[in-house]
């Protein structure tokens, strides 16, 4: 039976009511029942696999019209990489890590798991793919060592060699002082990166973290860069869905933009910056108002925005700009502009979006 859901956002998600868990086991027509193996053969080479996806959530728009939430969604991840997908609308990236884990069902395209589809088994957390939310699961009362030694209770190895296994991860990715603490003490950041370390010794070989709605602090991005990379060692593949550019490019390999409900750009965090960010100089200046008004005029293949107290440059086109440090400086010196510091910045992921983004609209 289906049933109409009305979500927030203005949202209308018209989907089934099945939410059993387990493999499916589909009924032949001779009548018996033969369970069917989703176990992948580990010869995989591709990870998540989406052409031409749309969702079955709508949008609703003040005309009483309605749009999809996502629509021609291509997206393909290999085995082995560690994606982000990134984006400024926190629901339209939960909905796609849900199609992504299976959690929910898609209504047009073709989706695959480790090049396993996933048509009959709506609704359902395969066995192959390790999904982690921000909803609270944990036990409050223990604390994280304890817990990390309770959920592996049943997995191989001898009960110290497991806490040894435990207590080098949460070194490795600089999360030991949070070994003893209680699990109700955590914060939702802090909370997630616990989550996401049971993924290390899941049988799962796809862990979908579905952070779209937590704000990850620049204390907890080295800890999530480290685990991931920990996870990519062990052989698995991760997609992180974050509304911080920042996350991605220090804990992903590999990113895509998610833009009004479709991935607009896909591909290395070393290659999207490259093609993207076009970023010249930062002037950082008392007077930024002054400064801005003279790079414009004195270098007009050029295109200066404010941004709080620093300009920032970028570049036109392809064009080899002559905006450069010793230029700049010499232009807003002679103009007696006051120059705290201009400086060369380093490859930004955000600012490669933000170009995309622009360019897009």
Aim: glycine share 6%.
């Amino acid at each position: 039976m289906k049933s109409k859901q009305v979500q927030s956002n203005n949202v209308i998600s018209e989907s089934n009511t099945d939410f059993s868990a387990g493999s499916p086991t589909p009924t032949p027509k001779g009548g018996g029942r033969n369970r069917r193996s989703f176990t992948p053969t580990g010869n995989e080479r591709v990870a998540v696999t989406m052409e031409n996806v749309s969702s079955m959530e709508l949008f609703r728009r003040p005309d009483n019209t309605y749009l999809k939430v996502l629509y021609d969604v291509n997206l393909t991840i290999p085995v082995g990489e560690c994606h982000g997908v990134v984006g400024i609308n926190s629901f339209e990236l939960e909905l796609l890590a849900e199609m992504i884990g299976n959690v929910k069902p898609h209504e047009s395209g073709r989706c695959s798991l480790l090049e396993i589809g996933m048509m009959r088994q709506k609704r359902r957390i395969l066995p192959h793919v390790y999904y982690i939310n921000d909803q609270r699961v944990l036990y409050d009362h223990m604390h994280v060592l304890g817990y990390l030694m309770f959920a592996s209770e049943h997995a191989p190895g001898k009960p110290e060699a497991k806490q040894a296994q435990w207590l080098k991860l949460l070194l490795k990715t600089g999360l030991y002082p949070f070994a003893l603490t209680y699990i109700r003490s955590l914060d939702p950041a802090e909370y997630a990166l616990v989550s996401a370390l049971l993924a290390y010794t899941s049988a799962a070989k796809l862990v979908v973290m579905d952070f779209s709605r937590i704000v990850v602090p620049e204390s907890l991005i080295e800890p999530f860069s480290a685990l991931t990379r920990e996870l990519t060692a062990a052989g698995k593949t991760v997609v992180i869905t974050n509304t911080s550019c920042e996350l991605i490019q220090r804990a992903c390999t590999h990113a895509s933009f998610l833009i009004d409900g479709s991935i607009v750009q896909s591909g290395s965090v070393d290659a999207l910056c490259r093609a993207f960010d076009h970023q010249l100089l930062r002037v950082s200046s008392s007077a930024p108002e002054r400064a801005l008004a003279v790079l414009q005029h004195t270098f007009p293949a050029v295109r200066a925005v404010r941004k709080a107290d620093e300009v920032v440059v970028y570049a036109k086109g392809y064009a080899a700009p002559d905006c450069t440090i010793s230029s700049a400086g010499a232009a807003l010196e002679q103009a007696n502009v006051p120059v705290e510091s201009i400086r060369v910045p380093g490859p930004s992921l955000l600012e490669a979006f933000l170009e995309v983004r622009r360019t897009k609209l």
